[in-house]
T-cell receptor, first 114, second 112 residues
């Protein structure tokens, strides 16, 4: 158990819909990262937050957005869903953004878009 | 893009050492090498990291060549539970923040 929690575990929805994925980092971790893992793309970095502020963006679509709240939990919002958005979404956390701090990954949310 | 190259698959016998190679010929002097593994569809699990010296922890050993262009992850006594995809990652600095850029990894199968 990494200490990172993600909800829900599974999500099934239809094209065009909007969903919200939630992540709670390990106690004390200030940085949160979101990744998408689909069968054909592997693990792709989406976005990073540190202490409530966006720090870096990766391959995140404009239909996707995220935020980190004062209690440090984070939400990833996916809208106008398409079939290709079906994937595993992982959240990871680390103490800071520098140094050699490793990232601890949550168990993921499996999103299925029908 | 990932800065590492790994064989797509390997296998080893249970109880034997598993040696997983990784090439990172374009690594910069201050970039660390990290290893993670992913069992089935679980979240990736941190294993070890290093800069230039060899490193060892309770899970594995990391051997980095002197020129830092390649490294080897060693699982000294592989068990069936070590069957997983192993990712060798060069941590890069992007937008004033460090990123892990995952490649395709090596799928390790530990045989009974």
């Amino acid at each position: 158990d990494s200490g990172v929690t993600q909800t829900p575990k599974h999500l099934i929805t239809a094209t065009g819909q909007r969903v919200t994925l939630r992540c709670s980092p390990r106690s004390g971790d200030l940085s949160v990262y979101w990744y998408q893992q689909s069968l054909d793309q592997g693990l792709q970095f989406l976005i990073q937050y540190y202490n409530g502020e966006e720090r870096a963006k990766g391959n995140i679509l404009e239909r996707f957005s995220a935020q980190q709240f004062p209690d440090l939990h984070s939400e990833l919002n996916l809208s106008s869903l398409e079939l290709g958005d079906s994937a595993l979404y992982f959240c990871a956390s680390s103490i800071s953004i520098g140094g050699t701090n490793e990232q601890f990954f949550g168990p993921g949310t499996r999103l299925t878009v029908l | 893009d990932a800065k590492t190259t790994q064989p797509p698959s390997m296998d080893c016998a249970e109880g034997r050492a598993a040696n997983l190679p990784c090439n990172h010929s374009t690594i910069s002097g201050n970039e660390y090498v990290y290893w993670y593994r992913q069992i089935h569809s679980q979240g990736p699990q941190y294993i070890i990291h290093g800069l230039k010296n060899n490193e060892t922890n309770e899970m594995a050993s990391l051997i980095i060549t002197e020129d830092r262009k390649s490294s080897t992850l060693i699982l000294p006594h592989a068990t069936l539970r070590d069957t997983a995809v192993y990712y060798c990652i060069v941590r890069v600095l992007m937008d004033s923040s460090y990123k892990l850029i995952f490649g395709s990894g090596t799928r390790l199968l530990v045989r009974p």
